[in-house]
């Protein structure tokens, strides 16, 4: 995809309504500090357009990116937010599964997981979430930068197995920061559009 025109168009609260959009959407979920915000930045080739944070909870609305007026890149709200209290994250995950349910411009949901860590009993959740909403996600493993090279393979396989992948799901490693990935991974999300 050649970025022509980027712009944060929705910002979704608590309290507001899902909005039916005009152009197709993918949307990007994920752990607090995963790198969802900062991959919707590479993607976009800009470097700080989404807000990102090294504290987790950055996000806590779902965003909306316009893409050369042609589709959203979406950033969903992290789950797995240590410091948040019971009542917010139940509104997060409730605002994420109200999106999951009745977004009919919804193409795909990527799911990302850090490459360095075994998914979580929270990300296995996510996943059969977004299964049980009629997706089929794509996994994105995040921060490939921070493995060496010889590394790779190991973790890929960890993540693969942690989530029960079968073997022709779709696992894109991806590095925000060296771009790693990129290419590969806006092949990906122009097929689904
Ligand atoms: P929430 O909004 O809290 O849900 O987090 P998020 O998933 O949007 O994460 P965010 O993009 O804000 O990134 C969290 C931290 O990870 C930041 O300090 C980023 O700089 C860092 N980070 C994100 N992607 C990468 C990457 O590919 N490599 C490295 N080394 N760091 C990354
Ligand atoms: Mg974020």
Redesign the pocket.
């Known amino acids: 995809m050649i970025i022509k025109k980027v712009n944060l168009d929705i910002v979704i609260g608590v309290t507001s309504a899902i909005p039916q959009t005009e152009l197709p959407e993918v949307a990007f979920a ?10 919707i930045n590479a993607l976009m080739n800009r470097k700080s357009y ?1 807000r ?3 504290q ?4 806590q609305t779902i965003n909306y990116y316009n893409i050369n007026d042609a589709m959203f890149l979406v ?1 969903l ?2 789950y797995g ?1 240590a410091n948040a209290n019971q009542q917010v994250k139940a509104k997060w995950g409730k605002m994420v599964e109200k999106y999951l349910k009745v977004s009919k411009q919804l193409r795909q949901v990527f799911l ?1 997981i850090d490459i360095r860590h075994d998914p979580s009993a929270n990300d296995k959740m996510m996943y059969d979430w977004i299964v049980a909403n009629g997706y089929h996600p794509v996994i994105i493993a ?5 493995l060496k090279r010889s590394q790779i393979p190991k973790h890929v396989k960890a993540v693969r197995t942690g989530l029960g992948l079968e073997k022709d799901d779709i696992l894109i490693p ?4 060296t771009k790693q990935g990129i290419p590969e991974l806006w092949e990906t999300i122009e097929q689904y559009l």
Not at 30 to 39: C, D, E, I, Q, R
Not at 56 to 59: E, S, V
Not at 142 to 146: E, F, G, Q, R
């Open positions: 994920g752990k607090s500090n995963v790198g969802k915000s900062s991959l989404a990102t944070s090294s987790p909870g950055k996000t950033d709200p992290g937010y990302l995040t921060k490939l930068d921070k991806v590095s925000s920061q």
